[in-house]
């Protein structure tokens, strides 16, 4: 049994996570070190322990709602670590919006305060696969993990880069990061049957909205 708050988000998830196999790697080891920024209610860690049941696996979630679903749904799986907590280039506390979906996002106009941590914190020693879905703040991530000189323990990476309508884009920045640190990355933009507008005729606005799925890997 699978404890979820939206039937959209659930089929979309696993779609993209069991089906499409987003964030598939293979591992040199069979207890490789995974760092999932972005829990929500853990398909990706039910995923990740479906793969490598002996992985360990620290999961980041910061919504308190969802968190009680995550909690449940890997109950009974071992070597997993939860921190209660969003990701971010600095400690402290933020205004996120939370929309009672897989989209929650660190925002201005948003009505709650979460938690957010610095995860260049929580790596000391090599990462075998970072997975970020942190809904726009993947950017300032990186910054702190480039800063600290972290982000040269991580051997592959998946994130998705977020542009929101209204806001300014940042994947050139993003990617600079990656290539200053040893990655070779290829960009995926999903299906576009799930977002038209990714299929030509291109037409670009200040309300246009869209996500890319970033791999990459040391070389």
Same mark, same amino acid.
């Given at each position: ?20 196999? &987003? ?13 999932? @920024? ?5 398909? =990706? &860690?039910? %995923?990740?322990?479906?793969? !490598?049941?002996?992985?360990? &696996?620290i999961g $980041?979630?910061? *919504? ?6 995550? #909690? ?15 990701? %971010? =280039?600095?400690?402290?506390? &933020?205004?996120?919006?939370? *929309? #009672?979906? *897989? @989209? @929650?996002?660190? =925002? ?11 995860? =260049? ?6 990462? *075998?696969? /970072?997975?970020? +879905? ?10 702190? /993990? ?23 884009? +940042?994947?050139?920045? /993003? ?6 640190? @040893? $990655?070779? !990355?290829?960009? +995926?933009?999903?299906? !576009?049957?799930? +977002?038209p507008r990714?299929?030509?005729?291109? #037409? /670009? ?15």
């Amino acid at each position: 049994m699978i404890f979820y708050n939206d039937p959209r988000s659930l089929f979309s998830e696993y779609k993209l996570i069991f089906k499409n196999k &987003i964030y598939y790697f293979e591992s040199q080891t069979k207890t490789p070190l995974i760092i999932d @920024g972005g829990s929500h209610i853990g398909l =990706s &860690i039910l %995923y990740f322990k479906h793969i !490598y049941p002996t992985s360990k &696996i620290i999961g $980041f979630e910061p *919504d308190q709602e969802t968190l009680a679903m995550l #909690k449940k749904n890997i109950n009974n799986l071992a070597d997993i670590k939860i921190v209660e907590s969003g990701l %971010y =280039s600095q400690d402290g506390e &933020i205004s996120f919006d939370s *929309d #009672k979906t *897989d @989209g @929650g996002r660190i =925002s201005n106009e948003g009505r709650d305060k979460i938690k957010v941590e610095r995860l =260049s914190k929580y790596i000391n020693s090599e990462v *075998d696969f /970072l997975k970020l +879905n942190i809904e726009g703040a993947e950017l300032e991530v990186l910054k702190d /993990l480039d800063t600290t000189g972290k982000l040269g323990l991580i051997k592959e990476l998946v994130l998705e880069w977020h542009s929101f309508a209204g806001r300014k884009q +940042n994947l050139g920045e /993003l990617l600079m990061i990656l290539e200053r640190n @040893g $990655f070779k !990355y290829l960009i +995926n933009h999903f299906d !576009y049957r799930v +977002n038209p507008r990714l299929k030509p005729p291109f #037409k /670009l606005s200040d309300k246009s909205q869209y996500y890319l799925l970033i791999y990459g890997k040391k070389v």
